[in-house]
């Protein structure tokens, strides 16, 4: 079987600041991977060069076997920002079946196999009581699910999900996680999934990607969540606790996520 994503020396920047520096690393399929790292540490600029929207300064990126290129099918994606005009009066269904008939790739579907794809995709979330309610009704965690149904749209076998947990709060945060798990699975797809927290990620994932400085280290969360491994990757001192099944990461006296010196902007 093809890697599901390998990066060979790739070099990105974006106006003259250099986001990610030559970083070799592939991914195998059928994973969970949670991208981590502060905020500026390149997480989406990552997740839209695989989907071809940032061009590489140097280096490459091989997609499931193949180059990169822009409207891949087989990429499904649920970007940071999220444009949704809450005011127009659209249900659930319309919203999910606009990825349908958005289709970057234009294939036509007849309206038979639209509705089935699009009930599919909403049970997947466990969105199906969704289908009939106004967007503007719903909760953010809601909304996420359906956003999370959109991006299955058209069966991809790489999933790029980009901080999804963002705005829920910890029980939701948790219904994500096990719904992202649960369609890795159904769909036997790769997932990357970007956080700024590593806890709510922790039972479901197989390996981690940190980015900062520019760097990246890749691997189980064993080997990569320890001290001397983010203090490298970091370039300051970093402490990792663990406590009851949960990690702290920190820079000095205060979790690194919210440290300013380990932030690269
Ligand atoms: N279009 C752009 N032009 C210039 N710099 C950008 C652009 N988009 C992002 N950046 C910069 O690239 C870095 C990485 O940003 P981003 O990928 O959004 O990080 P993350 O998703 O990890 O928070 C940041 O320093 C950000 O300011
Ligand atoms: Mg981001």
Redesign the pocket.
Known sequence: MNDALSLNHLTIQLSGHTVLSDISLTIAANRFVGVLGP?GAG???LMRAILGLVRPSGGTISVLGADVAAGNARIGYMP?VRTTNLSLPLRGYDFVASAVEGHRWGIFWPTRKVRAEVQWALDLVEGSGLADRPLRDLSGGERQRLLLAQALIGRPQLLLL??PLAGLDPRHQQAVVRLVGQIRKELAATVLF?AHDINPLLGALDEVLYLGRSHAVLGPVESVVTGPVLSRLYGTSIDVIRHRERIFVMAGNTAAEEADHVHDA
Do not use: H, R
């Open positions: 905020n997480k989406s600029t940071q980009d901080e970007s």
